[in-house]
Each structure stands twice: as structure tokens, then as C-alpha cells.
């Protein structure tokens, strides 16, 4: 069991807490950067598609798991930030640029429905992000001549000064350096005032506003970034995908990302990497399991969403805090032991609350 | 001039009149307590205050300037902290995150500049927790610095919720019955630190309590309420022997 002696305040500040932790991380980026001259072009793919999970996950985790607003919606964005950047980039704005404007458009989509979003709480706020990726959905699939409707969008070939960002080694450099980027912007702006502002808003509104946090400014901030990252992952996910069609952005995928965040544990950047580790392997899961069940089950549509499902409600009901509180467990059950105790992580639960001023 | 003054103010919920043309002023410097049966208006006049209320008659004013119709965290930005009854704070982080977040007010930098954790981030990063290393060596939570708040027990949850609206840094610091929950010796520690606060760091407190020792220890002058309706403004011996007072406890 590792004690960190602290010596000043700046230890806890910064990202790393101690050397141990800046050698894992650097071992991993080096690993991530040696892989693909090592894998099959299968595997470095999967990767990619991993990256892009983790940076839509990173924006869905600002919103539900530190500030507490539920966006069942998410889909909308990813597929605004799509076909943003796929009609910028056939128009003739470079490859990069485009990327950023499609964030851009994308955050101030959210920006909108975040206000439209200030008063709404918990069930209503889901139901009303539900509505909005159905209009998206729509929307896409009706405006023909910009989006191709449901005949698809052909995604053009990623080139910018020579480069082809399309091929799998270069698009996934892309990724890698993006899904870094995402994450140092995402821990620094939870170690500042905005995050904690962020956190008092899902804790508690009341005490936040006593504390002078400016709700309407942190939940449209909020989702402002929050659609922004997501937008930045359907940008690049449209060139994964090649052709878009409305039905690549529906209420599943919007499930799929609410999945990511609640399975790899609300409240928690490692949980982003969790969880989006954990959506990519289950469908390949599914697939192995299919051969071995009985043929009227597995060959029936919706076997699928039905695990997902399952898998979503069994982490709800039994751990909430996700893969990364299993995985805390887990590591403080062997750095103690024999000593651990299950008592350890049971909160008590406080009763006396506040009469609720709202 | 007054630090806060509240001038016939008054709210009705539905039917129910729960603060009727109550007026009073608070001078710089004093403890000002409020008591009163159950029911009376004390918590409902904090809330008018915060501004999580809106006033239905009256104004009320924080050194001269109206504050009657400004949202609730302009009222904290201009230097009032308060606690609740029930603490009401940031369950799922630690106490040393909790008394950070309540240095909301005092921040200078954009969530772009945050965002990228350029070097003035950093040193205002410093700067709070230096001020918030104050706060916990003066109420004695260093024990609990990095624990979190839903494994606090009752009473270290009210000491820091008391810490961190002294983190604020307040002129005006409204506590909403600091004691209740608190066994008699950590009563104690409190109005010591109630007198410190005061005194040392020159906050101006209202207080709602129910503990007559307590409020004849450290306040000033105490308002009896009654149904929404003041009935005095007093010494606390004063208060207590008036007889309009003494028949709202007892009855008639």
C-alpha cells in the first residue's frame, strides 16, 4: 500500500499524484503509440472507433456524471457534429477546420438546448433530449439536398496538404492525439472552479446558488461542452463509417452513450475509458455468445438492445458507481489485505435534508 | 449605516401569510439572532434573504443598496454566506472540495483559461487552498480534510458547512440553527468560534437558535417571531420576560 507524503498544496493539484502513476499513464501512451506497427488492421480500427467512443463519452460525462443533468439525446449531437463536418468538408473547408467548426456548431446546438434545458430536471430533462434527437433525426432525413436523406451521405476522403488522414495508420494518430487533447482539457476544467461549480450543481442547486454559482451560466456551460465534444467524436466518426444515414444516429446509439457513462461509472474520467472499452467489446461479445444459443433466439432481432438493456439496469441496481467503483473495490481489497472489510464503501445514507426550497 | 436592513417585508405561500410586515436592521459587527416557536418564520426569513424566495411586500437592503430583486448568487457574491438547518452540502466530494467550491465568488479566471490550466489558474488554485488551510486549522477539521461528506457524522457536517461559508469570505453570514444536532461540548467549541468569527475576522452573523444558553452567550440583541409577526427586539433577557414571548412558547 503506496502512503503519498505530501509536502505542498500543489500535490494536489496536480494531474499525477505521485511517479508511480506518471509512469503507468506515459507506459500506456508509448504502448498506444507502438501498437499499430504491431496489430492487424482490424484491431487498430477497433481502436479508433475506442478513441471515438472516449471523446463522445468525455462530453456525455460532463453532463450527466458532473453536473447531473441526463441527456438521453446524445445520438443528436454525434450525428450533428457528422454531417456538419461532412457538408463543410465536401464544400471545400480543410480537413482540421472543418473538425473544429463541427464541434463548434454542434456546442452551439447544445448551447440552445441547454437553455430550453434550464428548468428541466431528471425525467423531463431526458424526455425532452429524447424529443430533440427525434427532431434531429427528422430533420436529417427530410432535408434531402443538404443531407442526402436516407440515401446516404458519402463521406469524402480525409486529404489535407498531401496528408490522407483516411488511412487506418494516420486517421489513427488523429484519434490518439485528439482523445489526449480531450481528456487533459476535461481533468484540468474538474480541478478549477468550473468543475467544482459543476459538481455543487449536481449535488446540491440549492447550496450551489448559496455558494454564488450561477446556475443558468454552468448548466448551458454545461452543455455547451458537452455537445461540443460529442460533435468533435461524430466528425470523426463519420469518416470511420464512410456513409451516413439517419438510421447511423437513433435512439440506440443515444442508449449506447448513456450506457458508456452510467457502466463505466458516473462521476469518473477513468469510467470514460471504461465504459467505452466496455461498448466496444460487448457487441463482439454478443456475436461469440450467439453461436453457442439455440437458433430462435439468437437470430431474432433485438437480442442486442435486450443485453444492453439487462447490462444497464443490473449496474444501476447493484453498482452505481459503475466499473470504476467495481475496479476501486477491487484494488483496495488487495492493497489491504487481509484487512478489507466490506463495510468499507457503505455510506450512510442522511435522511435530514433541507426542505427543498424549489 | 446598518449592514442589512429588511423594511416591512412579507411573503405569503398560498393562503398562509408566513412573514407579515417584519422589519428590523442589523448593525456592523453584531450577532443579531432570530427565535420563535416552530412554524414562527425564522428559516423562511433566510430564505428571503438568500433570495430563494421572492418578497411579496417589502425591500431589503445589504449596506444601502437594494438587493430585493437580484438572484440568489449575486447575494453571495456580495459577501453573504449562509448554512442550513439539515446541512446542505456537496455530498459526494470531500470536505476539502466542499470549503473550495465556496471560493466560487472570489474567481478571476474563464472556464477557457481554466479549460487549458494556464499559470494564473494555477496560482489562484494556491490561493484557495491556502485561504481554505485557514479556515480548517481555525474550526480543527484537519482529521476530516480529505474524507468525504456522506461519511461525516452530524455534527462534523455542521462544522463544515459553518466552514465553508466562512470561506466565502462573508461580511454577512446568516446560520440557520448552527447548534441543533451538536452535543453540548461541541455546542461549546461552537459559540467560541461563533465569538471568533465575530470578533477576529469582523463578520456580521444572524443566527437562527433555539438554545437560550447559547443565544445569551454570544448575541447581541435577539427579534422574537411569532406566526410570521414580530413580536419584540431585544437584549436576550429582555426577550425572554416579555411577556408576548412567553405566551407564544406557552400559550396563553
Known amino acids: 500500500m503506496r502512503f503519498v507524503l505530501k509536502t505542498n498544496y500543489a500535490q494536489d493539484i496536480n494531474l499525477f499524484l505521485h511517479n508511480g502513476q506518471r509512469f503507468w499513464y506515459g507506459l500506456l501512451i508509448a504502448a498506444l503509440i507502438l501498437a499499430p506497427f504491431f496489430l492487424e488492421n482490424f484491431y487498430i480500427g477497433e481502436l479508433t472507433y475506442l478513441f471515438i467512443w472516449v471523446i463522445a463519452g468525455a462530453g456525455l460525462m460532463l453532463l450527466i456524471g458532473y453536473t447531473g443533468l441526463v441527456s438521453m439525446g446524445h445520438a443528436a449531437f454525434m450525428a450533428i457534429g457528422a454531417y456538419a463536418h461532412a457538408v463543410l468538408f465536401k464544400l471545400g473547408v480543410p480537413f482540421l477546420p472543418s473538425l473544429l467548426m463541427a464541434a463548434l456548431i454542434s456546442g452551439f446546438l447544445g448551447a440552445i438546448i441547454g437553455v430550453a434545458a434550464l428548468r428541466m430536471t431528471g425525467i423531463y430533462l431526458a424526455v425532452a433530449t429524447i424529443s430533440f434527437a427525434f427532431i434531429i433525426e427528422k430533420v436529417i432525413s427530410a432535408w434531402r439536398p443538404v443531407t442526402g436523406g436516407h440515401r446516404g451521405f458519402i463521406v469524402p476522403e480525409p486529404v489535407m496538404f498531401g496528408v490522407d488522414f483516411g488511412s487506418d495508420l494516420v486517421f489513427y494518430f488523429l484519434c490518439l492525439v485528439i482523445v489526449v487533447v480531450v481528456m487533459l482539457l476535461v481533468m484540468n476544467l474538474l480541478r478549477s472552479p468550473t468543475g467544482r461549480a459543476m459538481v455543487a450543481v449536481r449535488d446540491s442547486e440549492i447550496s450551489a446558488q448559496a455558494m454564488g454559482v450561477n446556475l443558468v451560466q454552468t448548466k448551458t456551460l454545461a452543455f455547451t461542452l458537452s455537445a461540443a465534444f460529442t460533435g468533435l467524436a461524430g466528425a470523426l466518426y463519420s469518416h470511420k463509417i464512410g456513409m451516413l444515414f439517419p438510421e447511423n444516429f437513433t435512439i440506440f446509439l443515444s442508449i449506447k452513450l448513456l450506457m458508456l457513462v452510467v457502466v463505466g461509472g458516473l462521476g469518473s474520467v477513468h469510467g470514460i475509458v471504461f465504459g467505452a472499452m466496455f461498448i466496444s467489446i460487448l457487441p463482439q461479445v454478443i456475436a461469440i455468445v450467439r453461436d453457442f444459443l439455440p437458433s430462435w433466439l439468437a437470430y431474432r432481432r433485438g437480442l442486442e438492445p435486450l443485453v444492453f438493456g439487462a447490462i444497464l439496469l443490473f449496474f444501476l441496481m447493484y453498482e452505481p458507481l459503475g466499473l470504476y467503483g467495481r475496479w476501486v473495490k477491487i484494488r483496495a481489497y488487495f492493497t489491504q489485505f487481509p484487512l478489507y472489510r466490506k463495510s468499507t464503501f457503505k455510506r450512510q445514507k442522511s435522511y435530514l435534508r433541507t426542505e427543498r426550497v424549489h | ?252
Open chain 2, 1 to 252: 449605516m446598518s449592514v442589512f436592513e429588511a423594511k416591512e417585508i412579507g411573503v405569503s405561500f398560498g393562503g398562509v401569510r408566513a412573514i407579515h410586515d417584519v422589519s428590523f436592521a442589523v448593525e456592523k459587527g453584531e450577532i443579531f439572532s432570530i427565535m420563535g416557536p416552530n412554524g414562527a418564520g425564522k428559516t423562511t426569513v433566510f430564505n428571503l434573504i438568500s433570495r430563494f424566495y421572492d418578497l411579496d411586500q417589502g425591500d431589503l437592503f445589504l449596506n444601502g443598496e437594494r438587493i430585493s430583486n437580484i438572484p440568489p448568487h449575486e447575494v453571495a457574491a456580495r459577501g453573504v454566506a449562509r448554512t442550513f438547518q439539515n446541512t446542505e452540502l456537496f455530498e459526494n466530494e470531500t470536505v476539502l472540495q466542499n470549503l473550495l467550491t465556496a471560493h466560487h465568488t472570489h474567481r478571476r479566471t474563464s472556464f477557457l483559461s481554466e479549460m487549458f490550466f494556464f499559470p494564473k489558474v494555477r496560482r489562484q488554485e494556491l490561493k484557495f487552498r491556502e485561504t481554505v488551510e485557514d479556515i480548517i486549522d481555525l474550526l480543527h477539521l484537519q482529521s476530516y480534510r480529505e474524507q468525504r461528506i456522506d461519511a461525516l457524522p452530524f455534527g462534523a457536517r455542521k462544522i463544515v458547512e459553518l466552514g465553508r461559508a466562512l470561506c466565502l469570505e462573508p461580511q454577512l453570514l446568516l446560520l440557520d440553527e448552527p447548534s441543533s444536532g451538536l452535543n453540548p461540548e461541541e455546542t461549546e467549541d461552537l459559540s467560541f468560534w461563533i465569538e471568533d468569527i465575530n470578533e477576529e475576522l469582523g463578520v456580521t452573523i444572524i443566527m437562527v437558535e433555539h438554545d437560550m444558553n447559547l443565544l445569551g452567550q454570544v448575541s447581541g440583541r435577539v427579534m422574537a417571531l411569532s406566526d410570521g409577526e414580530l413580536l419584540t427586539i431585544g437584549t436576550p433577557d429582555e426577550v425572554r420576560e416579555h411577556p408576548d414571548v412567553i405566551s407564544a412558547y406557552l400559550g396563553e
